[in-house]
């Protein structure tokens, strides 16, 4: 079950234990630059936000509509993951075809980033 929060730009997913910022980052950067930013980021009060794994991008595609399922909006079908390899690569989901790919971490092409956090942990309070 997935429900928006008090505000319209965080989606939570009860049985996952997951919360989602709704948008991805708008615009392009590398693997690197993603996971640097879901570090920093200060979003709904919550600093914990991470990258997906590939695992839990793949479940956000909607195989009969052929992209990120509702309420998700992405500026570029392209999302990185958290999951990387030993090669200097990680992967991404390729929306449109519900597939994924791997590529090198300093590569930005046209690659976005969503931020998910666990949110049946407890949340790291602001000041920490």
């Known amino acids: 079950m997935i429900s928006k929060s008090s505000s319209d730009d965080l989606v939570q997913?009860?049985?996952k234990g997951l919360m989602w910022v709704?948008?991805?980052n708008g615009k392009p950067l590398n693997w690197y630059e993603a996971k640097l930013c879901a570090e920093e980021l200060v979003f709904g009060d919550y600093k914990d936000w991470r990258l997906p794994s590939i695992i839990e991008l793949q479940d956000?595609?909607?195989s009969s509509s052929r992209k990120i399922r509702s309420p998700f909006e992405l500026t570029s079908q392209w999302v990185w993951s958290s999951t990387s390899n030993e090669s200097e690569c990680a992967?991404?989901?390729y929306f449109?075809?519900?597939l994924?790919?791997?590529y090198?971490?300093?590569v930005s092409y046209n690659l976005?980033?969503?931020f998910v956090r666990d949110f049946l942990k407890d949340s790291l309070p602001l000041d920490s």
């Open 13 to 15: 997913d009860h049985i």
């Open 22 to 24: 709704r948008r991805d």
């Open 60 to 62: 956000l595609w909607d």
């Open 91 to 93: 992967w991404c989901f």
């Open 96 to 98: 449109p075809i519900g």
């Open 100 to 102: 994924r790919f791997q």
């Open 104 to 106: 090198p971490l300093n």
């Open 112 to 114: 976005r980033a969503l």
